[in-house]
């Protein structure tokens, strides 16, 4: 086989040599790490390039769309920068204008080179100013809910392969189902039977079945299936174990119910007389062994899609095992009173067939051969054959199925159910899970029929015709791999919904890949799934179960929330911390926080705040509302209602205290001092504590009263806030060598905690506050078209806000240092001048 392909279709036996490191793929990946290590050491990171062996491809080149969630990011990154860099500007400008006037034209002082310092002082302020809007824990806040969520489920069988695809998944809005296993048990077991025209309902009416049909059903039945597919005795009260093939595991279950052994058929007929086998495929929606005969000659055993092996089938075992001619008007009468009343009932139904090929004296329904067929010409070979009986399999309904589909559609996502089982089965399955309802008018489609009515005369697929049935179309039967890709093609391109569909969808097969690569979000089965499928999908289910969907739905919401938590938490101190830093370095000409407090208040509202605000649980209220959309704002009116009106709070406290702080404590005014004073530490004090307190009502971004709701569940959460106000009083009682603060009594603290407390109170009036009293217009984070088309490759929003922030300050640090440059040598020149002069 040649390197990068996979097996698609068949069966064979494989001897595994080596794996691992030992493998040869393996070699050469560990001769590439080494090699990459050795470049490193050099300081060669230029010539590192990727490489491509034994079919693997590298993620990072794919061009995927960008998610929802990233474009929004990004945008908001680049108007925070935008707005941080026009405040640093305008501090820089007012003190330089303000100085300028009170030295320059009030006191009519002349120019001197020392006065310089003053003006590098505002640029380093403004520098300052740019640092505190950055918010540099917004990366560490998006990396912390995702890295939290993708461990957490685990523990609810999501394994995610692809980050992104665990906030898509919040953001779905349809979700493109397979039956089997993800909304069945996937635990098959044959409850009637149509043998030699007798309809067994139960398993006890399976007997008796004349001698010479049960030899011929019950070898087709045994031939006919991989040989790993058994059934094993289970242990004490339990069912028995299937192992394999689960149809195939129901059949050789059929044929246990008749007190015969399967395995004695096998032995009598080894693997090594098999001569040709058609494995199953969703074009032919059947499959079959042909094994020779004693004598000479050939045996064709086959079983299917009953409908359509019917429709192969010129013979059928009629009463007593005698041979009847099946004409169209039998089968017909098969399909109306046997086939469509098993599906009605849910019931999957499999037609067991079979047909010869003999060298002399041939009967009716046997084949007069002089040599070994052709067995690839299947037209020739498929056709003629004799029904042996037809099956009903019952998969039953998972019982959390019903209600994971109801939350789906109370969370606004459309269930579609896209299987190749008879339309009738998939509908009375659907029915049973809540997909259908028997009040709806949804529609209810064969692959043939939602191919013909999405194609042109001209045979081709058009969009328009498309967007006419996908937004009504509920259950997809007997569809086919490429009707999947295109209803799933046409459900994402298509122009219904303004806000573009966000469709997750679930295969098992290789023929599913297309539809899993081509959706927002692809789930593989991680039990039935094939190596293939799981390569193209996002998320793996490790128990086929669909209510892991609503799980990850869940997760992935949570994820979306967690980060707008930190938002509205980390622009209220942004506005608050930039704010106070430039009136006061316009009023007192310094900033009333110090450096090395804004390094703490930093600390506390980036890489703290984003722990805790990042952690917390998901809540089943999540579910209670509908997708964001894909234009959504990301900080939304309520949020920004909830930013500036705790920000309007904080301010007012702050130059409250700043201006008559010391009148209403009776302490030293510390406004004019550089020395650390108590004055200027309940200002820092009770900014801290109003943030801390903040943090709390920023827990709660959908307008909830009780902010404590759930607290305790998280202890991420209270854990960093103790420990967070803990270090602050440590700070402030033992803290001023380092922070340039002053211990406090006790009724200092108490107007500190007091204030503090009051963000809470006011948080409550600000929740009842219509949303319109914020214009819509001051919502940030909507989506840039063009941001949209950026690949998945490029840097994350986050880097890039850092890369884009960190270029700006390095930026303007380097004009500080030149300027800087700039005014040494015109000293240096100024002084050469003197001494020239002087001499």
Known sequence: MAAGTNVMEGSARMLVTAVGINSKAGIIFTLVGAAKQKKKAKGDDSSSSSSNFGGSTDESSEKKEKSVLQSKLTKLALNIGYFGTAIALLTVIILAV?????????????????????????????????????????????????????????KDNNLVRHLDACETMGN?????????????????????????????????????????????????????????????????????????????????????????????????????????????????????????????????FAKGASEIMLQKCSFIYGEGGVLEELTAKKRNDLINKVIEPMACDGLRTICIAHRDFVKENPAKNEKLIEREPTWEEEDDIFCNFTCLGIVGIEDPVRSEVPDAIKKCQTAGITVRMVTGDNINTARSIATKCGILQPSDDFLVLEGKDFNEKIRDENNQIQQELIDNIWPRLRVLARSSPTDKYNLVKGIIDSKVNPNREVVAVTGDGTNDAPALKKADVGFAMGIAGTDV???????????????????????????????????QFQLTVNVVAVTAAVIGSVLLNDSPLKAVQMLWVNLIMDTLASLALATEMPTPDLLLRKPYGRTKALVTRRMMKNIIGQAIYQLVVIFYLLFAGDVLLQIESGRDDSVPTQHMTVVFNTFVMMTLFNEINARKIHGQRNVFQGIFTNPIFYGIWVSTFVLQILIIEFGSAFFSTKALSIDQWMWCLLFGVGTLLWGQLIISLPNRVVPEKFSLGKDDPALQKLPVGK??????????????????????????????????????FKKIEGS
Not at 803 to 818: C, H, P, Y
């Open 172 to 300: 779905a809005t349809a979700i493109c189902s397979d039956k089997t296993g993800t909304l069945t048990t996937n635990r098959m077991t044959v409850v009637q039977s149509f043998v030699c025209n007798k309809l067994a309902r139960t398993c006890k009416e399976f007997l008796p079945v004349p001698d010479k049909v049960e030899e011929m059903l019950i070898r087709s039945i045994a031939i006919n299936s991989a040989y790993t597919s058994r059934v094993m005795p289970g242990e004490k009260d339990e069912l028995p174990k299937q192992v394999g093939n689960k149809t195939e595991c129901a059949l050789l279950g059929y044929v246990t119910s008749l007190s015969k052994s399967y395995e004695k058929a096998r032995l009598e007929c080894p693997e090594e007389t098999f001569t040709h086998v058609y494995t199953f495929n969703s074009a032919r929606k059947s499959m079959g062994t042909v094994v020779g005969r004693q004598g000479g000659g050939f045996h064709l």
């Open 533 to 567: 499928a799981k390569e193209a999908s996002d998320i793996i289910l490790t128990d086929d179960n669909f209510s892991s969907i609503v799980k990850a739905v869940l997760w992935g919401r949570n994820v979306y929330d967690s980060i707008s938590k930190f938002l």
């Open 98 to 154: 303000k100085f300028s006037i009170n030295t320059y034209v009030i006191n009519e002082t002349q120019f001197q080179w020392s006065q310089l310092n003053e003006y590098i002082g505002f640029i380093i302020t403004g520098v300052t100013v740019l640092v505190v809007a950055v918010p540099e824990g917004l990366p560490l806040a998006v990396t912390l809910s995702l890295a939290y969520s993708v461990k957490k489920m685990m």
């Open 795 to 832: 840097p994350s929003p986050g880097q890039l806000l850092w890369v884009r922030s960190r270029k700006r300050i390095l930026s303007q640090i380097r004009v500080v240092n030149a300027f800087r440059a700039t005014i040494d040598t015109n000293r240096l020149q100024g002084a050469a």
